[in-house]
C-alpha cells in the first residue's frame, strides 16, 4: 500500500512543485491571485476525503481507493493538455483541478484508513506509530523526486524551442502584452531575448507571446506525469492486493469476514469522547497546514522572486537528486551498521555506506562550479529530509518507548507546532533589509539571497511535520471509533483542507506586509496552537488510555 502511495504521490508533487508558476506564468496572475487558486485547490484535495470517507464507510475502502485512481486520471489528463490562456483554457484547467480533488478524497483518506486496519490486530498494535511513520516516508520517497521530474520535462521542451527558463521573463512578458512594461524593464526584457536562441528575429511582442506560450506548454507536459505515476500505482496496488484485501471492508461489514479483527464496540460516551478529542486536535492541525503549504505558495514566490537563481560551493549537492537520494540511503544502511546482530552483516552495512558517500560525493565533484536553479528545486528538500530523518526519528522515540517515556501523539502534535514557529523564524530573519514585495511589482528582487535560509526552513519545518503529520494520523485511526473511521480519517484532511484555504492569507497580504511581517503572523498561529492543545493535553491523553 505505501508502495502505491508512492507513485500517486510522485505524479501529485510533480503537478504540484509547478502548479503556482503555471498558473502565473500562463495567465498572468498576480500573487494574491494565484495564491487564492492554490490555496482553494489544495483545500479540496484535502476536503474531499471526508465525502470519500463517508462514501467509504458505506461501501467498502478498496472500492472507493479503486475509484479515486480512475478519477485522479482524468483529471491529470485533463491538465496536461496544451491550450490557450483564454475562457476555454480557465474552464478545462478548473474542471480537471476538480476532478484531481474528488479522485484524492476517494483514494487518500481510505488508503491511509486501511494501513490502519493492519494494526487493529493486537498482536501488531504497538507498531502503529512505526507504522505509519514508515509509510510517510514512502510517500516523501516520491514527493523527493517530483520536483526533479517536473524541471527536467519543463527544461526538455523548453530547449526544443530555443528557449531557457528565466524567472523574470514571465512577468516582464505579461507586462509588455499588458502595456504597462516600465522602460527600464523593457531593456531588461530585450536583453532576456537577445540571449534566447528562439527568439531570433522576434520583436519583443512576438518574443513575450511564444515565451509564455512554449513556458506554459512546457508545465502541461510536466503535468502528464502524472498519468504514468497513476499507472505504476495501479499495477503495484492490484499485484500486493491479496496481502491486504481483509482491510478493504467497511465496519459494517467486516465483522462479517473471517480474517478481519472484531470491530470493538463503544458506549455513547466513550464515542462522544473520542470524537471530541479528534474535533479538539482537528482544531490545532488547521493552523499548522496553513503554515506549512507555503511551501507551495509564498515560499516559492521567495523562492522566484528573493533568493538567488545560482549556486556554489558545498551546496549545491542539495540540487543534485541523486546525490541526495545516496545521502538517503545511507542513513538507513548506517543505522543498519549499528542495528545489525553479526560481524558479517555490519561489515557489509558499513561498505555500503561508504560506497554510497563515495558516490554522493563523486556526483558533486562532477558538477559544475555555479549552477542555476529554479524555484520549484526547492520543494524537493522537504521530503528528502522527512525520508533522511524518518529512521533517526523512528530510534529516538523507539529508545524513549523502551524506557516509558515517550511522549503521547497529542504531546507530539503540539511540540510540532513549536517547531513550525521556529521554523518560520529562518525565514524572518533572512528576510530581513530586502524590499517588500509591493516595492518590486511583481518583478525580482536586486538583492537576492543564500538559498541555504529556505533550506534551512525547510529543515526545521520537517522536523515539525515528523512530529505532527504522521503522528496525527495514527492518533486519528486509534482513537477513531471504529464505526466511524472513515469519516473521522476524513476529518483530519477536512480540517487540512481549511488549513489549506488559509494558505491565501499570506498570498493576499504578500503586497501589503513587508516579508518578515508575513512570517511573523505565521509564528503567532503556529505559537497560539502550541499553547491551545498543551492546555488540553490531559483530556487528550484521557481520550486516548482506553483505545
Known amino acids: 500500500m505505501a508502495l502505491a502511495n508512492t507513485g500517486e504521490r510522485f505524479g501529485y508533487y510533480t503537478m504540484l512543485a509547478i502548479f503556482l508558476l503555471f498558473i502565473q506564468a500562463k495567465f498572468g496572475f498576480d500573487s494574491a491571485t494565484a495564491t487564492q487558486i492554490y490555496s482553494i485547490f489544495l483545500a479540496g484535495v484535502y476536503f474531499m476525503p471526508l465525502f470519500g470517507g463517508w462514501v467509504a464507510d458505506r461501501i467498502g475502502y478498496g472500492k472507493c481507493v479503486t475509484l479515486g485512481i480512475g478519477v485522479m486520471f482524468l483529471g491529470y489528463a485533463c491538465l496536461a493538455i496544451p491550450t490557450a490562456p483564454d475562457t476555454m483554457g480557465k474552464v478545462l484547467m478548473f474542471g480537471a483541478l476538480a476532478l484531481i480533488a474528488i479522485g484524492t478524497g476517494m483514494f487518500k483518506g481510505n488508503l491511509q484508513v486501511m494501513v490502519g486496519n493492519l494494526y487493529d490486530d493486537p498482536r501488531y498494535a504497538a507498531k502503529r506509530d512505526s507504522a505509519f511513520s514508515l509509510f510517510y516516508m514512502a510517500i516523501n520517497i516520491g514527493a523527493m523526486f517530483a520536483p526533479s521530474m517536473a524541471k527536467a520535462v519543463t527544461n526538455f521542451f523548453l530547449s526544443k524551442q530555443g528557449l531557457v527558463y528565466d524567472a523574470n521573463i514571465p512577468a516582464l512578458a505579461h507586462q509588455y502584452m499588458d502595456g504597462v512594461i516600465t522602460p527600464e524593464n523593457t531593456e531588461k526584457l530585450q536583453a532576456l531575448a537577445s540571449s534566447m536562441q528562439g527568439a531570433a528575429g522576434m520583436d519583443l511582442g512576438q518574443f513575450s507571446q511564444y515565451y509564455i506560450e512554449n513556458l506554459s506548454n512546457s508545465y502541461s507536459y510536466g503535468f502528464a506525469v502524472a498519468c504514468i505515476s497513476l499507472i505504476v500505482s495501479v499495477a503495484i496496488y492490484f499485484s500486493c492486493r491479496n496481502w491486504f484485501k481483509h482491510t478493504e471492508a467497511s465496519a459494517e461489514k467486516a465483522d462479517k469476514s473471517a480474517n478481519a479483527a472484531p470491530v470493538q464496540e463503544l458506549t455513547y460516551e466513550q464515542t462522544k469522547s473520542r470524537i471530541v478529542a479528534l474535533l479538539m486536535v482537528f482544531a490545532v492541525v488547521i493552523f499548522f497546514w496553513m503554515a506549512f503549504h507555503q511551501n507551495g505558495a509564498t515560499m516559492t514566490i521567495f523562492a522566484r522572486d528573493y533568493t538567488a537563481q545560482n549556486v556554489e560551493g558545498f551546496t549545491r549537492i542539495g540540487f543534485n537528486i541523486w546525490s541526495l537520494a545516496l545521502i538517503a540511503i545511507s542513513i538507513y544502511t548506517l543505522f543498519s ?5 553479526t560481524k558479517k552483516a555490519k561489515t ?5 555506506t561508504l560506497a554510497l558517500w563515495g558516490g554522493a560525493y563523486a556526483l558533486y565533484a562532477g558538477m559544475a562550479p ?60 533572512g528576510s530581513m533589509g530586502l524590499a517588500s514585495p509591493k516595492e518590486l511589482g511583481g518583478t525580482v528582487s536586486p538583492d537576492l539571497v543564500s538559498p541555504n535560509w529556505l533550506i534551512s526552513t525547510y529543515l526545521v519545518l520537517t522536523f515539525a511535520e515528523l512530529l505532527l503529520s504522521p503522528m496525527g494520523i495514527s492518533f486519528v485511526s486509534k482513537v477513531a471509533p471504529p464505526k466511524y473511521k472513515g469519516m473521522m480519517m476524513g476529518g483530519w484532511f477536512a480540517a487540512t483542507a481549511i488549513g489549506n484555504y488559509l494558505v491565501s492569507v499570506p498570498g493576499l497580504l504578500w503586497d501589503k506586509l513587508p516579508l518578515w511581517g508575513v512570517w511573523t503572523l505565521l509564528i503567532s498561529l503556529c505559537l497560539i496552537s502550541a499553547l491551545f492543545i498543551f492546555s488540553i493535553l490531559k483530556r487528550l491523553e484521557k481520550a486516548t488510555a482506553d483505545c
Open 348 to 352: 557489509i552495512s558499513a561498505i555500503a
Open 337 to 341: 551498521v549499528f542495528q545489525s546482530e
Open 370 to 429: 555555479s549552477i542555476n536553479i529554479q524555484p520549484s528545486d526547492f520543494q524537493q528538500f522537504n521530503p528528502f529530509f522527512v525520508v533522511a530523518l524518518t529512521p533517526i526519528s523512528l530510534a529516538i522515540f523507539g529508545s524513549l518507548a523502551k524506557k516509558g517515556k515517550e511522549p503521547s501523539a497529542p504531546r507530539k502534535i503540539g511540540l510540532g507546532m513549536v517547531v513550525a514557529a521556529l521554523g518560520f523564524l529562518i525565514l524572518t530573519l
